[in-house]
C-alpha cells in the first residue's frame, strides 16, 4: 500500500459502552428468493449463525466471560465490530465469513473475544482466521459481492484523463521484464490523505488513487504508484511471507529504481498537501 507521511518518505479496536472494530488491512443484491429455494437459503443462513454463536459462546466461557453474542452483518469490507455494555458484549461479525469452515468460526472467535476483553489470545489460537482472511478460497467466493458493495473502487481502468492499462502495461514491461501476469486495475475513489494506490493479492487487485487522474499530474507519477505496487505483487510471487510493515530498507532501495522516483515523491506530496487544504 502507497500512503504519504509528513515527515517521511512513501509508505502503501471497555469498559461501559463502547464500539469498536477489526478490520483487514475493505449493498443490496437486487435479488429476492422466493418459495422453496428461499426456505432453504434461510435454513442455511440460520445454520451458519446457529454455529457462529455456538463457538462464540465456548470460547467466551473458556476466557471467562458469560454473555457474548455474534451474528453476521453485511459491511462492504472484511470488517468485524464490538460493543461493550450491560448485556455483555455484542459481536457483528461480516457476513463475508457466512460460508467459512467451523475451525475459522473458533479461531475468529478466540481473535475477537480476546481483542474485546482485553485477556490476550493464546498462541495460536488466531492463526487459522488470520490465514483465511487473507486467502484465495475466502476472496474468489466473495468477489462479486465485494466488489458489489466497494463503491469507491471503479473498475473501470478508463479514467477521465489517465488509462491504467498502458500505464501498467509500460511499467510491467520496462521494469520487471513482462513477467508479471495483467491484474485487475482499478481507480480508487478516496483521500489521497488515506492511501495513494494499494495492492490486494487474494484478488488480484491493484488500485490507484484518482487523484492521478488528471492531465495536469504527469504520467510518471501513476507509473509510479503502479511501480511501488507491482514491487510488492512480485514480493507476493516469490513467495516471501507477508508482514504488517512492508516496506523495509531493501524494498526502498528497489523502489529508488524508477526512473523519476524523486520526481514522483514530490508530485505525490504536493497531491497529498493539497488534499488536505480542501478538508
Known amino acids: 500500500m502507497l500512503r504519504m507521511a509528513p515527515d517521511m518518505a512513501l509508505a502503501a479496536p471497555p469498559l461501559g459502552v463502547a464500539v469498536e472494530t477489526d478490520t483487514l488491512d475493505a449493498f443490496e443484491l437486487g435479488i429476492v428468493p422466493r418459495g422453496l429455494a428461499a426456505n432453504h437459503i434461510k435454513r442455511f443462513g440460520h445454520t451458519r449463525s446457529v454455529r457462529l454463536q455456538a463457538r462464540f459462546s465456548s470460547v467466551g466461557r473458556e476466557l471467562g466471560v458469560e454473555r457474548v453474542t455474534a451474528r453476521f452483518h453485511s459491511y462492504s469490507e472484511l470488517k468485524h ?131 492521478l487522474d488528471s492531465a495536469e499530474v504527469p504520467r510518471y507519477v501513476l507509473e509510479f504508484v503502479i511501480f511501488h505496487e507491482l514491487l510488492h505483487h512480485a514480493d507476493s510471487m516469490n513467495g516471501r511471507p507477508r508482514r504488517r510493515v512492508h516496506h523495509t530498507k531493501g524494498f526502498r532501495e528497489q523502489e529508488r529504481g524508477f526512473s523519476h522516483y524523486h520526481d514522483s515523491e514530490v508530485w505525490l506530496r504536493r497531491i497529498v498537501a493539497g488534499s488536505q487544504k480542501k478538508r
Open 81 to 211: 465490530t464490538w460493543m461493550c455494555g450491560d448485556e455483555g458484549i455484542q459481536f457483528k461479525i461480516s457476513d463475508y465469513l457466512e460460508g467459512a469452515p467451523d475451525d475459522v468460526f473458533e479461531s475468529l472467535a478466540w481473535y475477537m473475544l480476546s481483542k474485546a476483553s482485553r485477556k490476550g489470545c493464546a498462541p495460536g489460537r488466531s492463526q487459522r482466521y488470520l490465514a483465511y482472511s487473507r486467502s484465495r478460497e475466502l476472496w474468489e467466493s466473495v468477489r462479486g459481492l465485494y466488489f458489489q458493495r466497494s463503491r469507491n473502487v471503479d473498475l473501470d481502468p478508463l479514467g477521465d484523463a489517465r488509462d491504467l492499462r498502458p500505464a501498467f502495461a509500460y511499467v510491467n514491461s520496462f521494469y520487471f521484464a513482462g513477467r508479471l501476469p495483467q491484474l485487475q486495475l482499478a481507480w480508487a475513489r478516496e483521500s489521497p490523505r488515506r492511501r495513494l494506490g494499494y495492492y490486494f493479492e487474494p484478488l488480484g487487485l491493484l488500485a490507484v488513487n484518482s487523484a
